[in-house]
């Protein structure tokens, strides 16, 4: 049953009725910003792919010279449990999370084994069927692997996620649809990006700059199950421009149907419901990992 709580928080060993304080000033998370975190849902009494999720969470550890201390197995059963206090009818946003919490040699490299671990569960509806965004060309870009942790769900890269969003919203959209460095598209500033042409869907391949969403598989795979031509390529704004439908794809709200990029107008398609239908459909039947 539900305990009432906005947000439950696992942390040195067992369950907090609370958003309890998990950091101290002089941990390496802390001012260093050696923290990654993953992000799983609970909806309609099922937890989809949260295997996938905490196994990408130990993997962005590692990336991040963290070492991940909890188990993938364990971090399952750890969740499971917080999820008890949860109606079925509640969606639950869950946040497992791992921080330095010393440094190595010039205090800047994370110490091994010196690991702060937490799991946040915070109650966040799903969005509405009907709910819909708009996307427009922003002046920041997604970094590469020589510069950033691209390969980790790490904390330090979202404020850069940030200036594209907020930009997004002085022209008057919701979300900016992101280039990499060398001038394709790569994502939006919060969710990975899909575009339907002829009956026919393409999203950018990965290169390497932006993360490869577990939710983003999953849409591949049923759309290739069932039969729909799926191509991971190149795209540049003027694919999208030419576009029959957009969608995005992320774990917070798993389809977001795109209505315009710029002045370009786009109608909720019938790819993106078949995406939607097909990954609810997928979510209900098939288990909660």
Known sequence: MATGKNIRTYFEGSWHDSDVPIMRAADHGAWLGSSVFDGARFFEGVVPDLRAHCNRVNASAAAMMITPTVSVEHMIEIIREGLKYYNSSTAVYIRPMYWALDGGELAVIPKVGSTGFAICLEEIPMADLDKTSTLTTTSFRRPVLQDNV??????????????????????????????????????????????????????????????????????????????????????????????????????MMKITPITAFESTSYQTGPLTKMARDMYWDWALSDGPD
């Open 150 to 251: 691209v390969n980790a769900k790490a904390g330090c890269l979202y404020p850069n996620n940030a200036r594209m969003l907020a930009e997004a919203h002085t022209k008057g959209f919701g979300n900016a649809l992101v280039l990499d460095a060398v001038g394709n598209v790569a994502e939006t500033a919060t969710a990975n990006i899909f575009m339907a042409m002829d009956n026919e869907v393409f999203t950018p391949v990965p290169n390497g700059t932006f993360l490869v969403g577990i939710t983003r598989q999953r849409h591949i795979k049923h759309f290739v199950d069932n039969g729909i031509k799926v191509h991971e390529t190149v795209l540049t704004y003027d694919h999208f421009y030419r576009a029959d439908e957009v969608f995005m794809s992320g774990n």
